[in-house]
């Protein structure tokens, strides 16, 4: 049929194929914006996520070196004080020479101290440990930026100085610990230590390069203290100072160019701020771009093709039916000029669209039935006791029904919704499905919740109470217990959990972790006894996946205050393990944190915490023997969701010190192999030049009684026998020619006594060399 046509005298397909193609192109367009705008969101977040998780590192590895610093001052200030003696009012000779000698050894205890001043206001004098000045007078010492702090008598005894006119060496960032003497009373001096701020922000800040954008330090009133870039220093004048002053952590967008991320140090102030360029992040997201475009057109095009062939298909079955409903309604005078078997006939006076609606006309009468039909339909599908039964007990553990001036109203839901407790008196047991084996194939969420609502249905007949879905993770127990007894027994529930454990194990192959609460009665306290048995089981991070754990234990594994703690000398003895390659030694000393952890009853954030900290250590062990974090252990070696108990914790320590001790085993092999293969090349090409053990050690660079040992255990035979045999080959070679003498083979290899060549010869090879020789002959 011509196209003209078509569009002439077919409006319908002309109007269906337009309003397709425009649906089309709006629905693809929307998608691709939505695609694109999720990625872009999604990549900044997870870019915020991750610089303010390694900000956060680098805080606490910084704050432990702060630390030992402000230590060091502390015990200054009590070791001065024992030194310290006077004569006639001024400082004795020994007490000048013992304190300046004790500034000195005091320097060197911290890579990051470059001078300690110690200030004694009555006697107007300074020592320190500079080696250009040892000793003046206070009035005459140049550095002077501190002493209007040291004087305030009702500040700090401790004051991190950053905000200084100037540094003691030129090309230090301006910045010292003061320390005031003594520490109770009037001061009457003080202790500066001034520190290698770049240092000490370079070793701790540079060495994270898979790290995004660029790091920056500020002081406590926003002065610049570090910056890893030029390009960051010029970017602290735009930062916001608002948000910035807020404590804590936190992130913004600058003027949706620069994404700012930031962290506060409790114990100097200072603010570690990483500043990312969005752009940056983005250029990642332009291939995810083009691959959108090109997709959404060719998309488009293929659906207007597509929607051309099917509504041209559609049309021809769409005119016989017309043609077959105009017969039947006596509508025969609408025809069309499409219709070779009509050409004379009158033209519609109407589209399609005009025809369609007159034969509707015909159907109005079956409205009244249809609208019947749609409310028993809305009726049947309302009455789905099931699903609001399971509303209602979910509200009732979250505190958002159930109340004592309700209670006439709470009986009738009951008996509506066919409830099987009256909630007279009842426990509550939570169930938490571990890691089920069965679901590992899942493909959806939509499989797991008809695996969670078959097992609450088979469950639900071995319990005298109400079993439901509370979320994804747990199933809610409301089970009645007898009443009339003042306390019910522990192993009543105990019992009735370890049922319901054995047959979800037996049933699925799947653990679960049951937590019990106490006995409760009346509905309004339905609330309070699913927290219990949460509260339960929180104790799974010491007693294991897999337990039942009664709320009646809960007490006494509680603290009396809240205490963070981190095990300093373990984790020294764990690291010197590690760098010794001692796999028992590391087991060991892990199991002695686990067994330490579990005496002090440390709350899970401390447990994380603590292994964050102590994997962190590893990992960082790891990098400075020059291993790759990635191939060692993985993309993610620090991830939590996995640590659930202490035994995970153990376990995870224990095989990341596994893999780094194969790893550096692995390396030091790699290492012998090259060295063996350089002596054995160096000896087959010198072997005639008089060589010794000495020679061939020095020339691979490795100790004689190191390149002895390899070589025994890698060849079988010391390298005085490998040198003798290459000799001995060599001559065995040039006796089967005739023209060399006795003489000549021996200064070819490397021998210059005759005799002793044929003594050895022959205790090598069971003939002289002229038995040799005559022996190859008649061969």
């Not at 023209?739 to 005759?754: A, F, H, M, P």
Request: with cysteine; aromatic share 8%.
């Amino acid at each position: 049929m011509p196209f003209r046509q078509v569009i002439g005298n077919r409006s319908l397909f002309v109007k269906l194929l337009l309003s397709m193609t425009a649906i089309v192109v709006v629905t693809v367009t929307l998608i691709s914006s939505v695609t694109y705008t999720i990625s872009a969101d999604t990549s900044i977040q997870n870019s915020i996520e991750y610089n303010q998780s390694i900000m956060e590192q680098q805080r606490e590895l910084i704050h432990k070196e702060l630390y030992a610093i402000q230590n060091i001052a502390s015990s200054m200030v009590m070791t001065q004080s024992y030194l310290y003696h006077k004569i006639n009012e001024k400082l004795s000779v020994s007490s000048l020479i013992d304190l300046t000698r004790f500034l000195e050894e005091q320097q060197k205890l911290s890579p990051y101290i470059d001078s300690i001043y110690l200030v004694y206001s009555k006697l107007d004098l300074v020592l320190t440990s500079r080696s250009e000045m040892k000793m003046t007078s206070l009035s005459a010492f140049p550095d002077q930026s501190w002493l209007p702090v040291m004087k305030e008598e009702a500040g700090k005894r401790t004051v991190w100085l950053t905000n200084q006119p100037g540094a003691p060496v030129k090309g230090t960032q301006p910045a010292s610990l003061l320390q005031k003497m003594p520490l109770i009373g009037p001061v009457d001096g003080a202790i500066v230590i001034n520190l290698k701020l770049d240092l000490l922000f370079k070793e701790y800040l540079s060495h994270y390069h898979n790290k995004k954008g660029m790091t920056l330090v500020l002081g406590s009133q926003g002065e610049p203290l570090y910056s890893e870039k030029e390009e960051a220093a010029d970017l602290i004048g735009n930062l916001d100072k608002t948000v910035l002053a807020a404590s804590g952590s936190g992130s913004y967008l600058d003027d949706d160019r620069w994404i700012v991320t930031y962290t506060t140090s409790s114990l100097t102030g200072w603010k570690f701020v990483n500043v990312t360029k969005k752009s940056v992040l983005l250029e990642g997201l332009n291939r995810i771009k083009m691959i959108i475009v090109a997709v959404a057109a060719l998309y488009v095009i293929v659906a207007i093709l597509l929607l051309f062939y099917i509504s041209q298909r559609l049309y021809g079955p769409l005119k016989s039916v017309m043609a077959y409903i105009s017969s039947g309604s006596n509508a025969a005078s609408v025809t069309f000029s499409g219709d070779s078997a009509n050409q004379g006939a009158t033209k519609p006076t109407g589209d399609e669209a005009s025809f369609i609606r007159q034969s509707f006309e015909q159907l109005r009468h079956s409205r009244e039935t249809i609208r019947s039909e749609k409310e028993r339909v809305e009726t049947l599908l309302g009455d789905n006791r099931s699903a609001i039964k399971e509303k209602y007990l979910s509200d009732l553990i979250k505190g958002r029904a159930g109340s004592p001036q309700s209670s006439g109203q709470e009986k009738d839901a009951a008996e509506l919704l066919g409830l099987k407790l009256d909630f007279e008196h009842f426990i509550i047991l939570t169930i938490e499905l571990e890691e089920p084996s069965l679901l590992n194939d899942s493909t959806g969420n939509l499989h797991f919740h008809l695996f969670q609502y078959r097992l609450i249905e088979e469950l639900g007949a071995e319990i005298d109470g109400e079993i439901f879905a509370r979320d994804d993770e747990r199933i809610v127990v409301i089970q009645a217990v007898p009443a009339g007894q003042d306390e019910l027994p522990v192993e009543l529930p105990v019992e009735l959990a370890r049922k319901l454990q054995r047959n979800i194990e037996n049933r699925y192959r799947i653990t679960a972790t049951i937590g019990i609460s106490r006995p409760h009665t009346g509905v309004e306290f339905a609330q309070s006894a699913y927290e219990e048995s949460i509260e339960a089981l929180s104790l799974k991070m010491y007693v294991g996946k897999g337990e039942i754990v009664p709320y009646s234990i809960v007490s006494s594994w509680k603290q009396d205050k809240e205490t963070y703690y981190y095990p300093y000398e373990l984790e020294t003895k764990l690291l010197q393990a590690l760098l010794q390659m001692n796999q028992e030694g590391c087991e060991e000393m892990i199991g002695l944190i686990t067994q330490e952890v579990t005496s002090r009853r440390l709350g899970k954030a401390n447990v994380q915490q603590l292994f964050f900290q102590l994997s962190g250590e590893i990992v960082k062990t790891l990098v400075q023997t020059g291993g790759d974090m990635v191939v060692v252990l993985g993309n993610q070696p620090f991830v939590l969701s996995d640590i659930q108990t202490l035994r995970d914790m153990k376990a995870r320590l224990i095989e990341m010190c596994a893999q780094i001790i194969a790893h550096n085993r692995e390396k030091r092999l790699k290492l012998n192999d090259m060295t063996l293969q350089l002596a054995i090349e160096f000896m087959e090409k010198n072997y005639n030049n008089n060589i010794t053990i000495e020679t061939v050690a020095d020339h691979v660079q490795r100790s004689t009684s190191f390149l002895s040992r390899i070589f025994k255990e890698a060849m079988g035979t010391t390298i005085n026998d490998h040198l003798i045999h290459l000799r001995i080959k060599r001559a065995c070679e040039l006796l089967r020619q005739p023209k060399y003498t006795l003489e000549d083979i021996c200064r070819e290899i490397g021998y210059s006594n005759v005799s002793y060549f044929n003594k050895l010869f022959k205790s090598r090879m069971g003939y002289t060399p002229g038995q040799y020789r005559l022996l190859q002959t008649a061969d």
